[in-house]
């Protein structure tokens, strides 16, 4: 699905996932357009202007000229209703929201939005995250961004799909190397190598990058390796390609913190270590085959392996009534009232946890189509047929290492030992010795088998010059099997994750374009997409026994699958021959939406649910133009997302929840509460002038209104100054947070520039938050042991924070020789 150049009675060659595939492609075009396959998978193509939707599009040589490290900072800065927070606390490990929908890193978060490379959805199976470090930033070739549930990209489409297409060597003609280096002692490589055979039927490209940064956090380094190959070979009516992607990153990605341990500096981190080691390997065959001028045969093979190892320094809590034992240290861990007189209700633990995990995931599958671009009844016509098949088996699991502190309430006996007096370092990473240890223990072991079989078409109709008909399906039939390798079968054990769930259904789209000239298309749409629930969100759907995030398990009563329904109205055209705008509004319904929900009093256990219907809904404004040197662009967005069911959350630092019990501070969402992580406005703006034919300067500029903090569902929390701080002044123990519902309103502005020396060398500089305000990205109300001086003491409700990068800049240089990399 490629995006190229097309003139009229011209043969072309659609570039999808970097394949040529020629032939003629006369019918459904007019003049110079741009055409879009209206799948994953490469097709003969269709002119942009009458597909109904706004599709948003991104070339390399503009991701690559502004500042960040994924395609996600890229989005963030350009596309309209997209915004990104570093949800995992590093800059690889964004989660990316568009219209309100989320692809995340994190598994918790609800996810709505297919990503794919080369046609390969590549949402891990684990979750159906997205780990946008797995995919490298310089063997982009194209990417578009694919608006509303259009369910041609099957499973999770529920807000939208993001297709990335790789470079070839034909595109990437000879040898190239670029150094970058700046702020928080950042350093990366590149080495590319890219050709074509003598006769034009073979064609190679490789490339490998090095980074390494300290992170403007503290004890938060990075050091990651991609490496990108493909091979490939055509005729004049096939083409076959080979491409391998393989990582080797090791994160560390320190999250929210407490806004009081923030004062003065906005490096502090929580706890730690936050480390993920992200290995992958990934191996996909892409073909295509021309039967005639109008007949398109594609597909493509795939197998994926990825290793994911974590290790997470956290803040431990439970509790037990007197006479129980730990649920999972069992009789080594007893609560006991010494003195048999009721003094003792239950014990309250505290103190520090190891938590590490190890996810193993082998997915591999195919897809196949056919597309005809044939007269129907003496009207023009594109039909397209296809059927896929993915298959996936997880293994996990988990361990954990406690150390149970003297803080603790009540009295515990723990095989004899008495608990520890401290249990973090000064740097708060868990301290693994004293008498409160407990034996490292494995709490959860998962094999997870899940596959997803497919049927889908659809259909462009031209019912004359002017009005265009789109319509289509596509049915899902997923099959999710989980085995506990701990507790074994259900009936050995109540929180067997044992269980095989079933999933089918059939979404449509249809919509219809109307192009009354050359410079207006108006379009309307409506579409469903649904989304099964994974292995992870199945293990984890018991309020009675809450997750560990991200992964502990319990059982798994059934979940729903999530289907989206979104209604889509816009235009586009062009003012002049140099100023383009567009304007869509949407309205997306969510039902039996997951989403994780909280356990107990516990800011880190929780289980997922099917809560209802939420909603979305919006607008969105773009206009952009060129004038001689002068490039530019602008949007605005507005979306409002709201809760369109009522349910009951758990947080005992929302302001509003009422102590039902000690254990349960509920508070109640209803309808029309605000969805958090949302910002309801957001303004962009682009510049960029070429000073001379050699040296271009361009500017960025992104608004975000204020949103609401996770813990505020019900928009109803109030900050408990009153209570926050102590005589002395320093903050002491609340029973509410202290921090606001919501965080406040920013802009950053980023610079960029770029300078040709000759003899195939060229400079180029980056900057990020010019002004160096001080902003947060998302907040969590929560609660933590540790008071501002960053002292293990007593708890305290605080709001949670992740604060925005500072200034910073880059300086790197490139030198290019034996060809012309246009596409760069």
């Known amino acids: 699905m490629n995006l190229i150049k097309l003139r009229l009675s011209a043969i072309i060659t659609l570039a999808f996932a970097s394949s040529a595939s020629l032939g003629a492609a006369e019918k459904l075009t007019t003049s110079t357009i741009n055409v879009y396959s209206a799948t994953p998978l490469p097709s003969l193509g269709l002119p942009l202007n009458i597909i109904p939707a706004n599709i948003q599009i991104a070339t390399p040589k503009a991701i690559n000229a502004q500042p960040g490290v994924s395609l996600a900072d890229y989005m963030s800065a350009n596309m309209q209703s997209v915004s990104v927070t570093e949800m995992g606390g590093n800059p690889w490990q964004p989660e990316v929201t568009f219209r309100g929908y989320s692809a995340s890193t994190l598994l918790g978060m609800p996810q709505g939005m297919s990503t794919y490379v080369d046609g390969v959805r590549v949402n891990e199976p684990f979750g159906d995250v997205t780990l946008w470090d797995k995919i490298p930033n310089f063997a982009i070739g194209g990417m578009q961004l694919v608006p509303g549930s259009n369910p041609m990209y099957g499973l999770n489409t529920l807000g939208g799909a993001i297709a990335i297409q790789t470079k070839s060597g034909r595109q990437a003609q000879g040898f190239s190397i670029e150094a970058e280096y700046g702020s928080w002692n950042r350093k990366r490589a590149l080495v590319e190598y890219g050709g074509v055979s003598k006769d034009g039927s073979m064609d190679f490209y490789i490339g490998h990058q090095t980074t390494k940064e300290d992170g403007w956090r503290q004890f938060s380094p990075s050091h990651l390796n991609q490496t990108f190959a493909k091979t490939g070979w055509q005729s004049e009516k096939t083409k076959l390609e080979l491409s391998y992607i393989g990582t080797d990153n090791k994160l560390i990605g320190n999250g929210f913190t407490p806004e009081h341990m923030l004062s003065g500096d906005r490096d502090q981190i929580h706890t730690r270590p936050d480390w993920s080691n992200n290995y992958y390997n990934h191996l996909a065959l892409n073909g295509s085959h021309w039967f005639n001028n109008d007949v398109m045969l594609s597909g493509n093979a795939y197998y994926r392996k990825s290793n994911r190892h974590t290790k997470n320094g956290d803040l431990y809590e439970s509790d037990m009534d007197v006479g129980g034992t730990h649920e999972i240290y069992g009789s080594r861990l007893t609560c006991a009232d010494p003195g048999g007189d009721d003094s003792v209700s239950e014990c309250e633990l505290k103190g520090s946890a190891l938590n590490t995990t190890h996810t193993k995931q082998d997915n591999y599958g195919f897809t196949g189509q056919i597309a005809f ?452």
């Not at 909280?598 to 997922?608: E, V």
């Not at 309103?745 to 195939?760: A, F, H, R």
Request: charged share 20%; aromatic share 10%; with cysteine.
């Open 373 to 824: 671009n044939q007269d129907l009844m003496g009207k023009k016509n594109q039909f397209i047929v296809g059927t896929g098949f993915d298959y996936s088996l997880i293994r996990f699991k988990q361990n954990e290492r406690v150390n149970i502190s003297s803080e603790s309430e009540g009295n515990v006996l723990v095989g004899g030992l008495a608990t520890s007096g401290t249990v973090f370092d000064l740097s708060r990473e868990p301290i693994l010795s004293g008498s409160g240890l407990l034996p490292q223990t494995q709490t959860t072991g998962l094999t997870g088998k899940q596959w997803t079989a497919s049927l889908f078409a659809t259909d462009t109709l031209s019912l004359n010059d002017k009005w265009h008909l789109n319509a289509g399906a596509r049915y899902n039939h997923t099959k999710v099997g989980n085995d506990d390798t701990l507790r074994g079968d259900l009936s050995q054990s109540p929180r067997s994750l044992t269980a095989v769930d079933d999933y089918k259904r059939l979404n449509p789209t249809i919509g219809i374009t109307h192009t009354p000239t050359d410079r207006l298309s108006v379009f309307v749409t409506y579409s469903e997409s649904s989304r099964a629930p994974t292995s992870i969100e199945l293990g984890c759907s018991n309020p009675a026994f809450g997750c560990l995030l991200p992964s502990a398990m319990a059982d798994d009563p059934p979940l729903k699958q999530v289907v989206a329904k979104t209604y889509d109205f816009g235009a586009r055209g062009s003012l002049t021959e140099e100023i383009k705008w567009n304007a869509s509004i949407y309205h997306a319904m969510n039902h039996q939406d997951l989403q994780f929900i909280r356990a107990g009093d516990s800011t880190s256990r929780g289980y997922y649910s099917n809560v209802g219907r939420t909603q979305r809904q919006g607008l969105d404004l773009g206009l952009s133009g060129q004038h001689d040197q002068f490039r530019w662009n602008a949007s605005y967005s507005y979306i409002r997302a709201t809760f369109d069911s009522d349910f009951s959350l758990v947080n005992s630092a929302n302001s509003s929840a009422s102590d039902v019990d000690p254990n349960r501070n509920i508070y109640n969402v209803t309808k029309g509460d605000k969805m958090p992580s949302i910002p309801a406005h957001q303004f962009k703006a682009r510049a960029q002038y070429d000073v001379t034919p050699k040296w271009s300067v361009g500017t960025n500029l992104v608004y975000f209104s204020d949103q609401y903090v996770m813990g505020n569902e019900n928009n109803e929390h109030q900050a408990n100054t009153a209570t926050c701080i102590g005589a002395a002044g320093t903050l002491r123990d609340n029973k509410r947070a202290c921090g606001s519902g919501k965080i406040s309103d920013y802009t950053v502005v980023n610079l960029d520039t770029q300078y040709n020396i000759g003899g195939g060398w060229k400079a180029f500089a980056k900057a990020i938050n010019i002004f160096d305000n001080d902003y947060y990205v998302a907040g969590r109300l929560g609660e933590t042991m540790f008071d501002a001086s960053g002292a293990y003491n007593n708890e305290i409700k605080s709001r949670g924070v992740l604060p925005g990068a500072p200034r910073a800049a880059w300086i790197g240089m490139r030198y290019e020789f034996g060809g012309a990399p246009e596409a760069k």
